[in-house]
């Protein structure tokens, strides 16, 4: 077996890597910026979204397995407690999850079980993210 033929050894790798992950983040929040549906999740982020894209690529890559600078970048930060005093109600984390399953669906990935776990998983962290 080379390493053409070889299965993919992380999630990050099964994924198809950063352009994918840069894909569906891409993918997230311009339909966060851009869907009314999305209105009052989008008001809790700066106007600035160009940040954001970076900072939830880098974690999500390190998160699937991959490179792993976004944990270097941020000794010690974590991502649930990052969220715990920014008022994440049921609504918003409802309106997160809708846009993440519809960015993870256009990115039509091959491994339709990998694309269904990534949604449940984070779909999981955001349910626990909320304070209402
Ligand atoms: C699994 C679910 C989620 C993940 C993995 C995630 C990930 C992230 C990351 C990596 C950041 C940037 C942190 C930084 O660089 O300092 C961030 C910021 C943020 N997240 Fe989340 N998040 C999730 C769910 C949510 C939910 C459900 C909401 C709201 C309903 C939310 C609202 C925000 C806001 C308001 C910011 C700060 C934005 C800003 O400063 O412009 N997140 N999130």
């Known amino acids: 077996m080379n390493a053409e033929t070889a299965p993919p050894h992380t999630p990050f790798e099964a994924l198809g890597g950063k352009p994918v992950i840069e ?4 993918r997230f929040y311009d ?7 999305y209105a009052e999740l989008r008001a809790m982020h700066a106007p600035d979204l160009a940040p954001m894209r970076r900072s939830l690529a880098g974690w999500l890559t390190a998160w699937a397995g991959g490179p792993n600078d976004w944990f270097e970048q941020n000794p010690g930060k974590c991502v ?6 920014l008022g994440v109600t049921k609504a918003t984390a409802r309106q997160w999850i809708n846009a993440m399953g519809r960015a993870i669906a ?14 449940n998983r984070l779909t999981m962290m955001a349910a626990a993210m909320t304070r209402d």
């Open 80 to 85: 649930m407690s990052a969220h715990r005093g």
């Open 23 to 26: 894909q569906i983040v891409n």
């Open 31 to 37: 339909l966060m910026d851009s869907d009314p549906a």
């Open 106 to 119: 256009a990115a039509e990935l091959e491994n339709q079980m990998l694309a269904n776990e990534l949604e």
